[in-house]
């Protein structure tokens, strides 16, 4: 069984400040996508990062996947009360389905005005 | 990307009953995935909807439990047959075109009393 660990759990924060969020693996991904969840709806999809090293941006969110394929993060800098959800990452492993997510166990963050 | 709708939204059912949640797609899509998720945690999936033929069942869930229907590429169907507490979940289709990007739907919350 292939896993798919992300940290924190919980985050609870004020406004204003940076938060990290990460994901690992032990396995290849050969993608990685970042997803926003809030209460009562499914999940959104924020970013797809296929590239070792990758970095992308979305406004005040950085993403970024480890230059082997393993890992990724979620920055977010100066957050703000809108910025609160769940924060799933979810991979695509390199010999599986290219069509199966494995997800990871979410962090979901709070932020205080 | 595409858009799912996803119904009932919310239902709360007798033990020992079965619930049918539809979700319709307004494009045809490659790949359909239902999955199931306790509030604020992450995403496990159920199976593979796979047109025209019977669902991809993963560990621990299976066909007599969770009947899928699939009969076209913008159409499916979850079963949740002889309701226990215990299956009170939310429950997401999702969708895939091309690539390993998932869109969702925005969730049945069931409550089984």
């Known amino acids: 069984t292939q896993l798919l660990e992300q940290s924190p759990q919980f985050l609870s924060i004020q406004e204003g400040e940076n938060l990290t969020v990460y994901c690992n693996s032990s396995s290849v991904f050969s993608s990685l996508q970042w997803y926003r969840q809030e209460p009562g709806e499914g999940p959104v999809l924020l970013v797809t990062?296929?590239?070792?090293?990758e970095v992308k941006k979305l406004k005040r969110l950085t993403f970024q996947f480890g230059d082997a394929r393993k890992d990724s993060s979620l920055h977010i800098t100066a957050a703000q009360p809108g910025d609160t959800g769940l924060y799933l990452c979810a991979g695509a492993f390199s010999g599986g389905s290219n069509y199966k997510l494995t997800f990871g166990k979410g962090t979901l963050l709070t932020v205080n005005p | 990307s595409a858009v799912i709708s996803q119904k009932p939204s919310r239902d709360i059912c007798q033990r020992g009953t079965s619930l049918t949640i539809q979700c319709q797609v307004d494009s045809q899509v490659t790949m359909m995935f239902w999955y199931r998720q306790q509030p604020g945690q992450s995403l496990t999936l159920i199976a593979t909807?796979?047109?025209?033929?019977?669902?991809?069942?993963e560990s621990g869930f299976v066909i007599d439990k969770f009947p899928i229907s699939r009969p076209n590429l913008t159409f499916s169907t979850l079963t949740v047959s002889n309701m226990s507490p215990e299956d009170s979940s939310i429950y997401l289709c999702s969708g895939a075109g091309g690539g390993t990007e998932a869109f969702f739907g925005q969730g049945t919350r069931l409550t089984v009393v």
């Open positions: 909807a796979n047109q025209g033929s019977e669902a991809t069942y």
């Open positions: 990062v296929v590239t070792g090293g």
